[in-house]
C-alpha cells in the first residue's frame, strides 16, 4: 500500500476530488433550496453523496423540476 | 439587437439559475482530466484490483501524449454528447409547454432574435464547456504522459467543436419540433451517433458533419494528415444555419401547446 501511495502524485490527483466535491456540495445546497422535486429528498442525498459524478449530474438533470 | 440581447441576458440567467454554467462545464473539465490520470495509472490500477494470480505481470506500452488526447475526444463523443443534449433538451420546448413563451410574444417581439438569443446561449455553454474540458485534458497529458503537438491538436480541436456545435442545434431543432424531452433526448443523440457511424461506411467524398469526430482523432493520430475536412465543416455550418431558419419559423407558428 506504501508503494502505490507514494507513486501517485497527489498534486495532480487532488483537483478531480476537489470538483466532485464541489459538484457535490451544490447539488446538495440546490436541493435543500429546492422547492419542488421529483422523488423524495432523501433519495436524491443518498444518490449525490454515493453517486460520484453520475449521482449529482442525474439529480440536476431528473430531479430538478424547473426546467424553464 | 436590443432584443437580442436582451433575451441572451435572460437566457444567462435561467441557465445560471438552473446552475447549468457550473456542472455542464464541470463534468466536461472531469472527463477531460480523468482520461490521462487513468491512462498514466492503469498498470496500478490492474496490480491493486486483487484477482490476479500471482507472479502474474502484465506490462503496457505506455502510450504517446497525442493518443491520450484522440482517447479523451472519445470520452467527450459518448459520456460528452450525452450530457450536452441532455442539458440544453428543453431549452425552445420548455417554455413553450409551460407557457412562458406565449407571454412572450403576446409583445410584438422578433422571432429571429428570441430564437437567435437561444442558439447563442446553446453556442457559449458548449464552446465553455468543450475549451475548459480540452484545455484540462492537454494540461493533464503534458504533465503525465508526454508531449503533444501543438497545431495539430488546435485544429481538432476546432473540428470537433464544430461537431459539438452541429449536435447542439440538431438538439434545439429538435426541441422547436417537439414537446416530450426523452423524445428530443432521443432521436438528437441518435441521429448524432448514426451520424458518426455512417462515417466508417460512407465514402469519403459525402462531407457528412458526421465525419468531424473521426478527421478530428486522425488529426490527433494518423501520421499521413486526413483530407475532407473543409468539406465536412461547410456542410457541417450549413445544417446549422438550415437548422435555425426552421427552428425559427417553428417558433412563430407554435407559440403554445394548445
Known sequence: MDTINSSIPWSLIMPIIVLQLILAVVGLVSLYKAEAIRGPKWLWVIIILCGNILGSVAYFIIGRKDAS | ?258
Open chain 2, 1 to 258: 439587437m436590443r432584443q437580442f440581447l436582451l433575451f441572451f441576458r435572460k437566457e444567462m440567467l435561467e441557465m445560471g439559475r438552473s446552475f447549468k454554467w457550473l456542472w455542464v462545464p464541470l463534468v466536461f473539465l472531469m472527463l477531460g482530466i480523468m482520461q490521462p490520470v487513468v491512462t498514466r495509472f492503469m498498470p496500478v490500477i490492474l496490480e491493486s484490483s486483487g484477482n490476479m494470480p500471482k507472479g502474474m505481470t502484465i506490462t503496457i506500452d505506455p502510450p504517446s501524449g497525442m493518443e491520450v488526447m484522440a482517447q479523451t475526444l472519445g470520452q467527450f463523443n459518448s459520456v460528452g454528447l450525452m450530457i450536452l443534449v441532455l442539458s440544453i433538451m428543453t431549452l425552445i420546448s420548455g417554455e413553450r409547454q409551460s407557457g412562458v413563451s406565449q407571454m412572450i410574444f403576446a409583445k410584438p417581439v422578433s422571432y429571429l432574435s428570441y430564437a437567435a438569443a437561444k442558439w447563442a446561449i446553446m453556442l457559449s455553454l458548449v464552446t465553455a464547456s468543450f475549451v475548459l474540458g480540452y484545455a484540462g485534458a492537454w494540461y493533464y497529458t503534458v504533465q503525465m504522459i508526454g508531449s503533444v503537438e501543438t497545431a495539430a491538436a488546435l485544429k481538432a480541436a476546432l473540428l470537433y467543436m464544430l461537431w459539438l456545435w452541429f449536435t447542439g442545434s440538431l438538439t434545439l431543432f429538435m426541441s422547436s419540433l417537439m414537446n416530450s424531452a426523452a423524445g428530443i433526448a432521443f432521436v438528437s443523440l441518435g441521429a448524432a451517433i448514426l451520424l458518426s457511424m455512417a462515417s466508417t461506411w460512407l465514402p469519403r467524398y459525402a462531407y457528412s458533419p458526421g465525419f468531424l469526430p473521426e478527421i478530428s482523432v486522425q488529426w490527433l493520430q494518423a501520421s499521413e494528415k486526413p483530407t475532407g475536412d473543409l468539406g465536412a465543416a461547410i456542410l457541417c455550418l450549413m445544417c446549422m444555419i438550415f437548422f435555425f431558419m426552421i427552428a425559427a419559423y417553428q417558433v412563430k407558428i407554435r407559440k403554445s401547446n394548445v
